[in-house]
């Protein structure tokens, strides 16, 4: 599976942006994804995931009630449409996907990982 993270730019705080990740594979429709983050001098950190059906999503706290992920199995993209956002999410979004049918927020549940989108965002 390769995925191509995209969609990331300058907004100010309060704005809007969509991340859109397309996968290559026929994989991708059986495995959960995620979007995690990553600023600068910190470590990678979970962001969102959603199951293979899409039935299931769950975000890291900082995320619940401004972003929201969804996937189109049928465009092999997932997306997270990123609103209200603040300072404090500049970084670079990097969308992976799982091993098999995971879909949580731990790094080592997935095995695929795209190169990334940076977000910034100024006050």
């Known amino acids: 599976v390769q995925l191509q993270a995209s969609g990331g730019g300058l907004v100010q705080a309060g704005g809007s942006l969509r991340l859109s990740c397309v996968a290559s594979?026929?994989?991708?429709?059986?495995?959960?994804m995620g979007w995690f983050r990553q600023a600068p001098g910190k470590e990678r950190e979970f962001v969102a995931t959603?199951?293979?059906?899409?039935?299931?999503?769950y975000y890291a706290d900082s995320a619940k009630g401004r972003f929201t992920i969804s996937r189109d199995n049928a465009k092999n993209t997932v997306y997270l449409q990123m609103d209200g956002l603040k300072p404090e999410d500049t970084a670079v979004y990097s969308c992976?996907?799982?091993?098999?049918?995971?879909?949580?927020?731990?790094?080592?549940?997935?095995?695929?990982w795209g190169q990334g989108t940076l977000v910034t965002v100024s006050s």
């Open positions: 992976a996907a799982a091993r098999g049918s995971y879909a949580g927020a731990a790094r080592d549940g997935y095995a695929y």
């Open positions: 594979g026929r994989m991708f429709s059986n495995n959960g």
């Open positions: 959603i199951s293979w059906r899409g039935g299931s999503t």
